[in-house]
């Protein structure tokens, strides 16, 4: 995978990110595709990045990232803290002052229509400018 860069062009993106899902492979591959399906199906106008050599999505600021490691995919908002998260699915980095994050491990199941509420919930709060 070409490594990403200060310099990289956003318009590869997309492929690094099929990349990614693709050298994953078994259910982290699966839960990233699954995850990047929703965030996208929550706004057309998401935009994908590749930053830090990992999937970025935002729109009016970031939205949150897409890591993988061993033990779960996570899925980090950095102002996670100022958004409601009444299906409780915020379960990493709670004790920070602005991030919460999302570990999605093997063989769990998660409300979709939650987590699209909540990528719509950032967006709305990308667009204020501020948190709250």
Not at 10 to 36: F, K, Y
Not at 56 to 64: D, E, R, Y
Request: aromatic fraction near 8%; hydrophobic fraction near 45%.
């Amino acid at each position: 995978m070409p490594k990403a860069t200060a310099h990289l062009d956003q318009s590869q993106a997309p492929a690094m990110i099929d990349q990614r899902i693709a050298e994953l492979g078994s259910w982290r591959g699966e839960t990233l595709a699954h995850i990047r399906s929703l965030i996208l199906s929550a706004d057309p106008g998401i935009v994908e990045e590749f930053k830090w050599n990992q999937p970025v999505w935002s729109l009016n600021g970031i939205i949150c990232t897409g890591e993988a490691y061993k033990a779960a995919i996570k899925t980090t908002f950095p102002k996670g803290a100022a958004l409601a998260d009444p299906k409780g699915l915020f379960n990493s980095s709670l004790e920070g002052n602005a991030r919460r994050a999302i570990d999605f491990r093997e063989g769990e199941t998660f409300d979709a229509k939650a987590f699209v509420a909540l990528i719509r919930a950032a967006i709305a709060l990308n667009e204020t400018g501020k948190a709250k």
